[in-house]
């Protein structure tokens, strides 16, 4: 973490901003809006689902206050919930792997430029504090990073025809070495690769990792996110 992530990190915790998702004063989520975290999670697709989507376990519907945690972590420099959200990502991640083995999350990498902008990669972030949480409920757990985000524009203004093509020239491996791939994909013959994202809108972003991931030779087994999207009419 840069000078500018210690910095922000520290005024967060000492100048807390009240409740992120509804703004009542106190801690950073009160108990009103803690309820959201806890709900039971459960599989979720976009209809149409791309080619190749994994299947996908999720925390809740992007709504509030849901959506305002993981926007005031992400966009907001709200460093203290990443112990929270970190902990929900880690339940959706058991809920799609109740069985005992490891597991490698795989976090989805931000763009030079969103790093840079948000003083760290809050995905990677969430990866290590969930990977903790699992730890500590005895699932062996561990971070891999062997994606790597090309530059690309923002994805919030995209439809899903555009998503979809910015999608598929977002990702390339990370890793040189064929024997670190190696070690990844062994992890899926005894346990679980499962890539973790925010949020699942249309899929594109998690299709397109994994045909990335497995053009390389690791198979992901499913994708674990805090939220998803739902389509109305």
């Known amino acids: 973490m840069g000078a500018s992530g210690v910095i922000a990190t520290l005024l967060d915790l000492v100048v807390p901003g009240g409740c992120a998702g509804?703004?009542?004063a106190g801690p950073a989520v009160c108990d009103r809006c803690a309820d959201v975290l806890v709900q039971p999670v459960e599989s979720r697709r976009p209809r149409p689902a791309p080619a190749g989507l994994p299947a996908c376990v999720t925390g809740g519907d992007y709504d509030d206050?849901?959506?305002?945690?993981?926007?005031?972590?992400?966009?907001?420099g709200r460093r203290s919930l990443?112990?929270?959200?970190?902990?929900?990502?880690?339940?959706?991640?058991r809920a799609g792997w109740p069985v005992p083995g490891p597991v490698a999350?795989?976090?989805?990498?931000?763009?030079?430029?969103?790093?840079?902008?948000?003083?760290?990669?809050?995905?990677?972030?969430?990866?290590?504090?969930?990977?903790?949480?699992?730890?500590?409920?005895?699932?062996?757990?561990?971070?891999?990073?062997?994606?790597?985000?090309?530059?690309r524009a923002d994805s919030a203004g995209l439809d899903r025809e555009q998503r979809a093509a910015?999608?598929?020239?977002?990702?390339?491996?990370?890793?040189s070495?064929?024997?670190?791939l190696s070690a990844l994909a062994a992890v899926a013959d005894a346990g679980a690769v499962v890539l973790?994202?925010?949020?699942?809108?249309?899929?594109?972003?998690?299709?397109?990792?994994?045909?990335?991931?497995?053009?390389a030779g690791v198979p992901v087994t499913f994708a674990?996110?805090?939220?998803?999207?739902?389509?109305?009419?």
Not at 177 to 180: D, F, N
Not at 196 to 211: E, H, K, P, R, S
Not at 224 to 233: C, D, I, N, Y
Request: charged residues 20%; hydrophobic residues 55%; proline residues 8%.
């Open 22 to 24: 509804c703004g009542a």
């Open 65 to 76: 206050p849901l959506r305002a945690l993981i926007l005031a972590y992400k966009e907001q």
């Open 82 to 93: 990443a112990r929270p959200l970190g902990q929900r990502l880690a339940a959706v991640v």
């Open 105 to 151: 999350l795989v976090p989805i990498p931000a763009t030079p430029a969103a790093i840079r902008s948000r003083h760290g990669d809050h995905m990677l972030r969430l990866a290590r504090q969930a990977a903790r949480e699992l730890a500590a409920a005895s699932v062996p757990a561990v971070v891999a990073t062997p994606l790597r985000a090309r530059p």
């Open 166 to 175: 910015a999608a598929r020239a977002a990702f390339a491996v990370r890793w």
């Open 177 to 180: 070495r064929p024997a670190r």
């Open 196 to 215: 973790v994202d925010d949020v699942l809108t249309t899929g594109a972003t998690l299709a397109a990792a994994t045909a990335v991931l497995h053009g």
């Open 224 to 233: 674990a996110t805090l939220a998803a999207t739902r389509r109305h009419g």
